[in-house]
């Protein structure tokens, strides 16, 4: 399988879940679908437990409107990810 194809898959599967609704509720808390898709993997990644979410989204959206730094290892990887250093020694 190509890379392509692997995005347009999960393209195909996000468009499945995700409902015309989730995006005026993020518009409506002046977020774009795509930060809130972020946080949420965030906050998977951070709780293994479906009752851990809410508190550990409220930390998160609670730094972040302070303008804090989240200060969870997730926001790290992310990064080290997106520039292409995950896993490098």
Do not use: C, H
Request: no cysteine; glycine share 4%; hydrophobic share 40%.
């Amino acid at each position: 399988m190509t890379t392509r194809a692997i995005i347009e898959q999960i393209v195909r599967d996000f468009k499945k879940v995700w409902l015309p609704e989730f995006s005026d509720r993020a518009f409506k808390l002046k977020q774009t679908p795509q930060q809130i898709n972020t946080i949420a993997s965030f906050i998977e990644i951070e709780s293994r437990l479906n009752e851990e979410r809410p508190p550990i989204a409220s930390v998160i959206y609670n730094r972040l409107n302070i303008g804090m730094l989240l200060g969870i290892d997730q926001t790290a990887v992310y990064i080290t990810k997106i520039e292409n250093r995950w896993g490098m020694s």
